[in-house]
């Protein structure tokens, strides 16, 4: 272990900034998957499509456009090499989908939601109403992105970083001990397979965004071979950090 030095967020910021710049190249085939969401995510929210919609679409307009903001977000921090806030962003993503496709499978639950906070009663509707794992085992249990996969993915969101879990703040962690002490230095920046890691499922975030947004729009942009696509690129990074590492069983990372 190096010589400490206190915390700065100004040299925070700025490494998180050139983190960006470089992994926006080395990580070309990542943000070429976050474009085509961003380009189905956009399709899907112009005029026209709402216009075709009878249903009152304010609230899972708002909700729809929140569940993007969380991916963009997430696809940023997750590209500065911050991990478990990633994983944050993209359950705020996914939740944020899953009640604007409840409101629109349900409309009356969109008073519920809007009056969240106005009265201890109007608090108690909204909990018994919007109650994620109701919502998540409500979705269709079929589909491009299956109930399932959907449950995996918040799961999976909730272990590396949405909650304070073990397995997203050990990532990363250095361990070491001397005659005087022993010490553990948490890393904000990490490379390797814990991003792409990180990256994958935020690729997952933004299918299953789109997916559900097709589903209540009742359109079909959602790139048909992009899941492939996630797999194929998340099983290549494995493969090549097995080539230069040894066997990923024997390690303790987080698997792509």
Known sequence: MGDYKPL???????KAEANRRILRKSMAGWCSVFREITIAHSAIMTPDVIKANLNDLGKPLLLANCAFA???AAVDVGLSGQFA???ALQRGCIESAVYA?????EPTLGAIWRRRDETPGDKQRFDEKFKISTLLNGLPE???????MIWELYKTTIGYGAHPNPDGAFVGVETGENEERVWLNKGFFLDGLPLQFALSWT???????VYLEDLMFHTHFLPPTLFER???MGQKAVDEYQASHGD???ESEPKV
Do not use: N
């Not at 700065?8 to 700025?14: G, M, P, V």
């Not at 079929?142 to 399932?148: F, P």
């Open 8 to 14: 700065d967020i100004d040299r925070f910021l700025d």
């Open 70 to 72: 969380f991916f963009a």
């Open 85 to 87: 806030p990633c994983f």
């Open 101 to 105: 496709h409840a409101i629109m499978q």
């Open 142 to 148: 079929a589909g491009a992105v299956t109930r399932e």
């Open 203 to 209: 690729a997952d975030a933004g299918h299953a965004m």
């Open 230 to 232: 996630i797999r194929a």
């Open 248 to 250: 990923l069983s024997e």
